[in-house]
T-cell receptor
């Protein structure tokens, strides 16, 4: 278990307000990701990070920004929330096999359900 | 990006084995085959992954065709707790050191377990 915590778990906000979602991990993993999940679309990558202050865009990055000032925290910010950003947001980390350090998999957080009204 | 094809839904009886198929005819030699599942109201959960050889772990087995164009996730004895959406995903191992890969989740297979 990578010890991923997402906060808040639920949030309702008004259109046009800024919103920040937090992802916290406790095992010093290098790679962290933000996904959103919507009915009919599966999971789509928003942004990812490959180290402190190293981030890049995913396939649906418009309207979102991220920051990673510490290894353990990856923040997702909606600068001005819109109704189209109503979604469930998942944070993930990529882990390596403990025994070999080779290809592992991904561990996801429990998600943040965001509603923009 | 290499894509995968899975049936939309499957049903299985409790305590019986379940074979979940996945086709990936355009897989490249550097693509790992990953399986995840998502229980209701939870994030996706890693199940298993492999490259060429069959793999076993405490959760499931992964059978990979010799030409690697298809794979099958095997749950040896289904329980009600295995009811979930199962995703088959390809991940390019060449991107391991860059982190800029994206896991392309399709719509997966919704597995229903019948008591």
């Amino acid at each position: 278990d990578a010890g991923i915590t997402q906060s808040p778990r639920h949030k309702v906000t008004e259109t046009g307000t800024p919103v920040t979602l937090r992802c916290h991990q406790t095992e010093n993993h290098r790679y962290m990701y933000w996904y959103r999940q919507d009915p009919g679309h599966g999971l789509r990558l928003i942004h990812y990070s490959y180290g402190v202050k190293d981030t890049d865009k995913g396939e649906v990055s418009d309207g979102y920004s991220v920051s990673r000032s510490k290894t353990e925290d990856f923040l997702l910010t909606l600068e001005s929330a819109t109704s189209s950003q109503t979604s469930v947001y998942f944070c993930a980390i990529r882990f390596l096999r403990r025994t070999s350090g080779q290809e592992g998999g991904y561990t996801f957080g429990s998600g943040t359900r965001l509603t923009v009204v | 990006d290499a894509k995968t094809t899975q049936p939309n839904s499957m049903e299985s009886n409790e305590e019986e084995p379940v074979h979940l198929p996945c086709n990936h005819s355009t897989i490249s030699g550097t693509d790992y085959i990953h399986w995840y599942r998502q229980l209701p109201s939870q994030g996706p959960e890693y199940v298993i992954h492999g490259l060429t050889s069959n793999v076993n772990n405490r959760m499931a087995s992964l059978a990979i065709a010799e030409d690697r164009k298809s794979s099958t996730l095997i749950l040896h004895r289904a329980t009600l707790r295995d009811a979930a959406v199962y995703y088959c995903i390809l991940r390019d191992s060449r991107l391991s050191n860059f982190g800029n890969e994206k896991l392309t989740f399709g719509t997966g297979t919704r597995l229903t377990i019948i008591p």
